[in-house]
């Protein structure tokens, strides 16, 4: 959007590369209860106004009325974050413990439900961005 392209435009390429756009649709249910508690929290404590959340609640917009997707937690959650200057990485080292606290109630429903329904992602939709191969 910085080189001048149009929003729409960026997730029209998106989702003819990759199907979907992480941050919007959920597998689990239609929609997300932890988003408007996320963007309360956001409008409390004065950071409803950066930059990256507003792009991805017009994002979101785009989304549901092109193709019905909500925005899940993921959506607000990355664009604070880049709003308050966290780099990627600094993002993942952040997120994965609050991330795996939600894992084992996930892990004790999935036990219930039939084998290879929780969470299934293809390998090929993984971008890896990290260090290239290396020597230890």
């Not at 919007?24 to 932890?34: F, H, K, N, V």
């Not at 999935?110 to 990290?130: K, L, S």
Request: proline content about 5%; charged content about 25%; glycine content about 8%.
């Amino acid at each position: 959007m910085d080189e001048g392209i149009e929003l729409e435009s960026i997730i029209a390429e998106e989702l003819v590369l990759h199907k979907t756009i992480y941050g919007y649709g959920r597998p689990l249910a239609s929609t997300d209860e932890r988003v408007p508690h996320m963007l309360k929290f956001a409008q409390d404590n004065g950071m409803k106004d950066g930059k990256h959340l507003k792009i991805a609640l017009q994002a979101a917009r785009i989304l549901k009325r092109d193709k019905g997707l909500s925005m899940n937690i993921a959506g607000p959650n990355c664009a604070l974050a880049a709003d308050m200057g966290f780099t990627v990485e600094q993002y993942h080292m952040f997120m994965t413990p609050v991330f795996l606290a939600g894992m084992t109630p996930c892990l004790i429903e999935a036990r219930e439900n039939p084998a290879g329904t929780f969470v299934p992602i293809r390998c090929d939709r993984i971008e890896y961005t990290g260090e290239k191969d290396r020597r230890w």
